[in-house]
């Protein structure tokens, strides 16, 4: 497995657990919305320019996806 794919899934576990502790769900409430709106698939795609921020600004991404799809969380 290359560094960079290391990274992402890094970033991918880490933005998973910050969403379940600030959303207050449960980490299967949370692999739903994950697997539902391909959270995972966003970062994997956009980690180019997330990795540049911290993990709680690729939150922040997270949510806003998430909002402009009807979703509140």
């Avoid at 899934?9 to 502790?21: K, S």
Wanted: proline residues 1%; hydrophobic residues 40%.
């Amino acid at each position: 497995m290359s560094e960079e794919r290391i990274n992402i899934t890094h970033m991918q576990c880490h933005v998973f657990r910050m969403a379940q502790v600030k959303w207050g769900i449960s980490p299967k409430e949370c692999a739903e919305i994950f697997r539902k709106y391909d959270i995972l698939g966003f970062i994997n795609d956009c980690y180019d320019s997330l990795h540049l921020n911290s993990y709680n600004c690729a939150l922040d991404d997270v949510e806003t996806l998430l909002h402009n799809q009807g979703v509140a969380v």
